[in-house]
């Protein structure tokens, strides 16, 4: 009968030998996952070790793109609906309580987004979950942020995203960029071709060759929303934030302060600084440092909300300077 020794010796020779056919079938589906071809004459090991530090780096580029591709899906955002006294002809029910609504004049409330009609009383009740139907949405500026991109199923206004495109494609060096004011004429032009066509306005240098036109339609664009960007409840923060001396301090406070933007508000603010940002870093050709930019930039995404008169203008210089800073921090703050 062979002895414990000899069969742990046994045990320790198999192990031994199933080791390298362990390893040199990990190798041909390496070999076979990079489409080559290998001999009946293995390769050494010196050989198999870059390949399997391209064949890691190759997996983690995919895994890479797909968290992208993931996180290019559009956002799921929250809208409270925007409910008006409606006068309704013929029987109406509910559609909350599914209950008849009495009366001549005045019955209850509808939804100016997505039509949704309801008692006054149920109006209270009713889940953020407005779903803005094209039909009710009939026009693109002065339209509320939120309800344009869930009305065209996207992650910013089209606006933002077509003008932008725009100005980077022939625009980035023009001096004095979104300083110079363009034509007013052609700037309203470019805002009732959006409000008629939506994502089909050409706005290409064949219809406007002045690119100031287009930045002066962005900055209308955004100057005409009924909430601004960095909107009325969030203002009192990013104010804050921009009195902090200390730069470590202003920029907490300020990640803290984009926390109080909605979804949609905060994603066009992201999409807008990185293009302020590249604008800067063409600085010699078009004379538009962070500072400029804030100064144009920031009464145009800020408004001080039910503020007496010199309050406001005391805010004006925060304002640049919240402006001035998310252009400078863009990369930190919108990571």
């Known amino acids: 009968m062979p002895s414990r020794e000899s069969c742990v010796g046994r045990k320790g020779n198999s192990s031994l030998v199933h080791k390298p056919r362990h390893e040199d079938k990990q190798q041909d589906m390496l070999a076979a996952a990079l489409g080559m071809r290998i001999g009946p004459q293995k390769p050494s090991s ?13 997996l983690a ?14 956002p799921m955002y929250d809208k409270v609906h925007n409910f008006k006294v409606h ?34 009383q149920c109006s209270k009740l009713v889940p ?6 094209l039909k009710h949405v009939k026009k693109v500026y002065s339209c509320d942020l939120t309800t344009l991109v869930k009305a065209h199923n996207a992650k910013r206004p089209m606006v933002v995203d077509m ?17 110079v004011s363009g034509f007013s004429d ?33 900055k209308l664009y955004l100057r005409d929303l009924p909430v601004p960007v960095i909107t009325y409840d969030a203002y009192p923060r990013f104010i804050e934030a921009a009195k902090l001396s200390d730069p470590d301090e202003r920029l907490e406070a300020l990640h803290e302060a984009m926390k109080l933007l909605p979804p949609a508000h905060c994603e066009t603010l992201k999409y807008l600084m990185a293009h302020l940002k590249r604008v800067t870093k063409n600085e010699k050709n078009n004379l538009m ?37 998310l252009i400078k921090n863009e990369e930190i703050l919108f990571c």
């Not at 559609?95 to 939804?111: D, H, R, S, T």
């Not at 003008?163 to 300083?179: F, V, W």
């Open 46 to 58: 010196t050989f198999w070790q870059p390949l399997k530090l391209l064949a890691y780096s190759q």
């Open 61 to 74: 580029s995919l895994v890479h793109r797909a968290t992208l591709k993931e996180n290019d899906h559009t």
């Open 87 to 120: 006068t309704f002809r013929g029987p109406h029910w509910c559609e909350y309580c599914a209950n008849f609504m009495w009366g001549l004049i005045a019955q209850g409330v509808k939804c100016a987004d997505c039509g949704l009609n309801v008692h006054k």
């Open 128 to 133: 953020n979950d407005c779903k803005p139907d």
């Open 163 to 179: 003008c932008i495109q725009e100005i980077e494609s022939r625009g980035l060096k023009s001096e004095g960029l979104y300083r």
């Open 186 to 218: 052609l700037i309203e032009d470019v805002k009732l071709t959006f409000d008629r066509d939506g994502a089909k306005t050409d706005i290409s240098v064949n219809v406007y060759e002045d690119i100031n036109i287009i930045t002066g339609a962005l």
């Open 289 to 325: 440092n962070a500072e400029n930019l804030g100064i144009v930039f920031g009464p145009t995404l800020m408004r001080a909300p039910n503020l007496d008169a010199m309050t406001a203008l005391n805010d004006i210089r925060y304002q640049r300077q919240v402006v001035e800073s």
